[in-house]
């Protein structure tokens, strides 16, 4: 079992900056692949980042936050954060961080531990 606690959500000025930390629990934390995901009013539950389990050496992005997101991982800590650099109004959602014990994937469905999300609200 693992539980997932986001932070660092808020509101920022398009082209500022915010870091969100999902703390997990569980002795196994190093061993998971761990996902962010978004979702905004009325649109679907989408993939942001994700970073594999143990040394955390792969890395996914989509498309749309590559060279703007970095996604990091702190096992000693059992943290992943996410550094969102150069925001944009559309990337205005609730952000979850999730967990799957696996490769990395980027469909919601196959993460099988979620945290509560965390408001992300970026003004034009």
């Known amino acids: 079992q693992v539980q997932l606690v986001e932070s660092g959500g808020g509101l920022v000025q398009a082209g500022g900056s915010l870091r969100l930390s999902c703390a997990a629990s569980?002795?196994?934390?190093?061993?998971?692949?761990m996902g962010w995901f978004r979702q905004a009013p009325g649109k679907e539950r989408e993939f942001v980042a994700a970073?594999?389990?143990?040394?955390?050496?792969?890395?996914l992005y989509t498309d749309s936050v590559k060279g703007r997101f970095t996604i990091s991982r702190d096992n000693a800590k059992n943290t992943v954060d996410l550094q969102m650099n150069s925001l944009k109004p559309e990337d205005t959602a609730v952000y979850y961080c999730?967990?799957?014990?696996?490769?990395?994937?980027?469909?919601?469905?196959?993460?099988?531990?979620w945290g509560q999300g965390t408001q992300v609200s970026v003004s034009s």
């Open positions: 970073i594999s389990g143990n040394s955390g050496t792969s890395t």
């Open positions: 569980g002795r196994t934390f190093t061993s998971y692949t």
């Open positions: 999730a967990a799957r014990w696996g490769a990395l994937v980027t469909v919601p469905r196959m993460y099988d531990y």
